[in-house]
Every structure is written in C-alpha cells, then in structure tokens.
C-alpha cells in the first residue's frame, strides 16, 4: 500500500470531530476442484444476506491461504515471485469454483531486488568502512564487487544545487578504464549520469550529495528502470567529499536483480448487469518482498474475494468487475496498465465508478474513509478532490458506518493507491482503509479503540504482516462495509454517476451523516507514508 499519513474527520451518527492525525496462469489442480460456495440463500440480493453470506471466516480463510502461499515461498508474495504467481492461482481457482471466468492479464514490469546489503569502502590512502546509513543502493543498480581507484568526475565537491558532474558524455573524456566514478548530485538524472559512466569504462559509480542543507545524507534514489549493469550508490556528501582526491582506491559492491519481469492482474465480472456501467471493485494482490503482506494487502484481496463469491449467483443491474492488481508495491503499476488499455480501448468509458480496498485489517485500526470530495484535506502534500461523485461514494460508506453506529474517520484522496490511475482518468472514486505506520492519536482511540500513540500496524511492510497481524473485528466490520457498498452500486449508481433508475432494494440507511463541514482547515500531524510514496527521486 501506498498510503497518506494524515487523517482528519471522524463521523459518529450526525456528531463530527475533527483531529489530526508463469504468467497467463490458471489453477492447480487442487484449487479447481473446490467445491462452488453454497449459501443459504444462494441469491443473496439483498445486503443482508450478501453480509451473512460474506463472513470473516471466509475472509479469514482465504489470508490463510494466501500466508500458507508465502510461506511456501521464501516469506513473500511479491509481484515477480513464485509466491505472487501461487496467489493469483489461489484467487483464478476460487473464482472459477464460483463459477466466473477469470481474466489473467499479462505485463512486464521493472523488477529490483537487493538480496544484500552493499559495501562501500576506503582501502587507501586510509581504510574506512563506510557504515550502513552513510550510502545506499540506487534502485536498479547493477550488480557487481569491484576495487579500484576513485576518479572524480567534473566537480570539486563544492555545496551546490547546479552540478552538472556526470551529465554529459566528454566529462568523462580520458576517464581511465576500470575505475570508480564519483560523480556529485546536480541538475540531471541519476540514470544519465550512470550511463555515461558505464559507457566510458567505469566499474561501479558513487554518486553523493550537494551538502545543501537538507541533502547532506545519503542518497536513496533511483535509475528509474533496469538497464545499468554496474553497481550504483548514492552517498553522504561527507562520504562523497572523503573519497575525492589522487590516489584514493576502495571497493563498491552490490548483490541485486534489477531486471523485466511479467506479472498479472486477476479480472473477473457477474454474468449479468449493463456493461456499459460497470461497477469496478478492486484490491491490490501483491505483498512487499520482506513480508506476506496479509494485511497489505491480503485483507483487501480476501475481503473482494469474498464478495466476489457470494455474488456469483446475484442479478445486478450493473455488471461488477472485480479486480487483483499486480506491482502496486512498485509504483501502482497494475492499475496503471489496466486503466492504460482501458483508455486505448474505450472500455474505460463504461466504468461507472471504481471502489479500492487497500488494508482493512490494522491490528490497531482506524475506520477511514477516502476523503472523495476533499473537505477534511483542503490543502497539503498529495490533496486532491475526486471527480464528480466520488464525494457521493465517500457519504454512502460514512451512511452505512453510521447507519450500524460505528464511527468512521477520512484519509486523504492522494491517488496513492489503486485508486489513483482511475481518477486521474475522471472515472469516480472511493474506498476504505484502516492504517499503516502512522500512529493513532488520541481522539482516533476514543472513537475506534485501540492505543494511541502507537502505529495502525506496527509489522507494516515487514515480515511479521502475517495471520497475527490482522483485527477480526476490523476486518468483519470492513467486509461488511464492502459487500453492502458493492451490491448498492450493482443496483444502482443514479446518486454517483447519474446513470439508471431507482431501484427497490437500494439500501437507503435510515441514519445519516448529515454532511462533511471543514471545521478547523489544514491538515497537520504528519507526513506521507513511504510505502505509498513511489516518486523516488530521479533527478540530481
């Protein structure tokens, strides 16, 4: 997941308070001989018998597939894994048991993987191990162990934001073959400057700062895609400036992957319902490479899953569409392509709205709501306000939280995850979320439980997001949320996107929320979640 760190706006009833806060795969043959899903009422029309039918059991079960697949797996489920692969088997087998037709849709991605840590060292004219935290691997670096001589590429090491070192191909004329580049930061693309390195006979290039205030540290950037086959490190403008001078030798090394992958999405529609207004219901499938990433995002997969079955055998009036993304973990790249092709193809015009569900089991859980119509995020890092009706898609799931006398929370409409390729498109927006490494305040404990001052998730984007990293009660309350919202919008989207007609059986809740007031302006407490932050810097 991708998150924003910020929450502002709880809603309890009609009260407000505001706070800061292989591939083309199909099933194995276990998996497509379980049975199809029975339910007592096998239609389940209505958003009670779909939530009854939608249990946490069942939920639960399928995060227990999903983390008996990462373990069978080396501990993760990340897209380019034998573990991601196993889990769209998983999910391509239930589907079909159910009786949908699943789509696996192919597309290659750029892969990276650091199987270690890297080495940077000073062998001469004085030995200096350079710890961790004073350099890092540029995503994407090539792999390598070389010793040689640092040359230092047109620069004298001066503070500086303009550096031009490494930008062009004659600052690297009479580069001696075999040696150590030390290029500093400036005004071009980390890639460029590697390239021309590489180009000009380097073995390994070291790239440090501009010791500008606030880019003294070391540099965790990236070349933006396979393709450099040396090792890169970004440095410490104090380590960068240690390594210039004559005569100064060291050893780089690097142990990574950085190559093109194919991965997949999982897409599945009802059999019935008008396809030229498809309700699409979404979660990413893959995991981090440290972890199992069962609640990110086992939870939000298992919960679609879930509905997804139990609305096998439903007439809506909407075809559904309902989707598992691949590579969100490395820059939303799944829905990226899907949305990519939908546009191309016209098929994007037919999406009605787009529900995402990105981690709704936190272990300490807030109940958060996309910000849709940007009322509590007016202003800050990544505040946007949804296209038209997604502040509509917002109210319907403060309704219903409302309705069951659970307070709900908002989360801002960063496009930081899933979501965010269908509203950059105009196509309406919503969904829910319940935390990452941001820490509950406490008014959020008041409202939700919990502990304040203590992460959402504490084994966030770690190998402990396992079976024991999950609220049942977060996600049964989540779950439900969904199956209501979904089957809601299979009947009728005339209140989001103007299309259809009433229809009976559209779940008005008899308690509202009566509206979204600001209440107090700028967001504070807080800054973007890394995991969700994909613009890793590029540029010098």
């Keep these: 997941?991708?998150?924003?760190?910020?929450?502002?706006?709880?809603?309890?009833?009609?009260?407000?308070?505001?706070?800061?806060?292989?591939?083309?795969?199909?099933?194995?043959?276990?998996?497509?001989?379980?049975?199809?899903?029975?339910?007592?009422?096998?239609?389940?029309?209505?958003?009670?018998?779909?939530?009854?039918?939608?249990?946490?059991?069942?939920?639960?079960?399928?995060?227990?597939?999903?983390?008996?697949?990462?373990?069978?797996?080396?501990?993760?489920?990340?897209?380019?894994?034998?573990?991601?692969?196993?889990?769209?088997?998983?999910?391509?087998?239930?589907?079909?048991?159910?009786?949908?037709?699943?789509?696996?849709?192919?597309?290659?991605?750029?892969?990276?993987?650091?199987?270690?840590?890297?080495?940077?060292?000073?062998?001469?004219?004085?030995?200096?191990?350079?710890?961790?935290?004073?350099?890092?691997?540029?995503?994407?670096?090539?792999?390598?162990?070389?010793?040689?001589?640092?040359?230092?590429?047109?620069?004298?090491?001066?503070?500086?934001a303009g550096n031009t070192s490494g930008c062009e191909a004659a600052d690297f004329a009479g580069f001696p073959t075999g040696s150590i580049a030390l290029v500093q930061r400036g005004s071009c693309p980390f890639a460029q400057k590697a390239s021309n390195a590489a180009a000009a006979g380097a073995t390994a290039v070291v790239i440090f700062n501009t010791g500008l205030a606030g880019s003294t540290?070391?540099?965790?950037?990236?070349?933006?895609?396979?393709?450099?086959?040396?090792?890169?490190?970004g440095a410490s403008y104090d380590v960068g400036v240690g390594l210039m001078g004559d005569g100064v030798t060291g050893r780089v090394a690097a142990d990574t992957i950085s190559e093109n992958r194919k991965t997949a999405n999982v897409l599945a529609e009802t059999a019935s319902g008008d396809a030229d207004n498809v309700v699409m219901v979404g979660a990413h499938l893959d995991s981090v490479q440290a972890g199992p990433g069962i609640n990110d995002n086992g939870t939000g997969s298992a919960a679609i899953l879930a509905v997804a079955e139990s609305m096998s055998k439903v007439q809506t009036a909407n075809k559904?569409?309902?989707?598992?993304?691949?590579?969100?973990?490395?820059?939303?790249?799944?829905?990226?392509?899907?949305?990519?092709?939908?546009?191309?193809?016209?098929?994007?015009?037919?999406?009605?709205?787009?529900?995402?569900?990105?981690?709704?089991?936190?272990?300490?859980?807030?109940?958060?709501?996309?910000?849709?119509?940007?009322?509590?995020?007016?202003?800050?890092?990544g505040a946007a306000a949804g296209p038209a009706g997604s502040g509509q898609i917002e109210q319907d799931f403060h309704d219903y939280f409302a309705a069951e006398g659970l307070p709900s929370g908002e989360t801002a409409f960063s496009g930081r995850s899933d979501y965010g390729p269908f509203i950059a498109q105009g196509v309406p927006a919503g969904g829910l979320f319940t935390g990452a490494e941001g820490v509950k305040t406490e008014e959020q404990a008041m409202l939700f439980g919990g502990v304040a001052g203590a992460p959402y998730d504490a084994c966030?984007?770690?190998?402990?997001?396992?079976?024991?990293?999950?609220?049942?009660?977060?996600?049964?309350?989540?779950?439900?949320?969904?199956?209501?919202?979904?089957?809601?919008?299979?009947?009728?989207?005339?209140?989001?996107?103007?299309?259809?007609?009433?229809?009976?059986?559209?779940?008005?809740?008899?308690?509202?929320?009566?509206?979204?007031?600001?209440?107090?302006?700028?967001?504070?407490?807080?800054?973007?979640?890394p995991e969700h932050d994909h613009d890793e810097m590029v540029d010098q």
């Design 1 to 160: 997941m991708i998150p924003n760190a910020l929450y502002k706006r709880a809603h309890f009833g009609r009260a407000s308070l505001a706070f800061a806060g292989g591939l083309a795969l199909v099933a194995s043959a276990g998996l497509a001989a379980t049975a199809v899903p029975t339910h007592e009422n096998s239609n389940n029309n209505t958003s009670q018998k779909l939530r009854n039918a939608v249990t946490v059991d069942r939920v639960v079960g399928h995060l227990d597939a999903l983390d008996s697949v990462a373990v069978a797996h080396g501990g993760t489920r990340a897209s380019g894994t034998a573990g991601y692969d196993e889990s769209v088997n998983y999910v391509v087998g239930k589907l079909q048991a159910a009786g949908y037709t699943p789509t696996v849709q192919e597309f290659t991605f750029p892969y990276f993987q650091e199987l270690s840590p890297s080495v940077l060292t000073q062998v001469s004219p004085t030995a200096v191990n350079y710890p961790a935290g004073t350099f890092a691997t540029m995503t994407y670096s090539g792999a390598g162990d070389v010793t040689g001589s640092f040359t230092t590429v047109d620069t004298t090491g001066a503070v500086g």
């Design 217 to 233: 540290g070391p540099i965790a950037g990236t070349l933006g895609a396979p393709g450099i086959t040396i090792p890169v490190l």
């Design 320 to 381: 559904v569409r309902f989707a598992w993304w691949g590579a969100e973990e490395q820059g939303l790249l799944g829905a990226h392509h899907y949305v990519n092709g939908a546009v191309a193809s016209g098929e994007l015009a037919k999406v009605g709205l787009y529900l995402n569900f990105d981690m709704i089991g936190s272990p300490n859980f807030g109940r958060f709501v996309y910000d849709g119509d940007n009322s509590a995020f007016p202003v800050g890092p």
């Design 460 to 529: 966030y984007h770690a190998a402990c997001d396992d079976t024991g990293n999950v609220s049942i009660e977060s996600l049964d309350q989540m779950s439900d949320a969904i199956a209501h919202l979904t089957l809601t919008y299979a009947l009728n989207t005339t209140a989001v996107n103007g299309v259809g007609d009433n229809v009976k059986g559209n779940f008005k809740q008899k308690t509202s929320f009566d509206g979204n007031p600001l209440g107090g302006g700028t967001e504070s407490g807080g800054g973007l979640h």
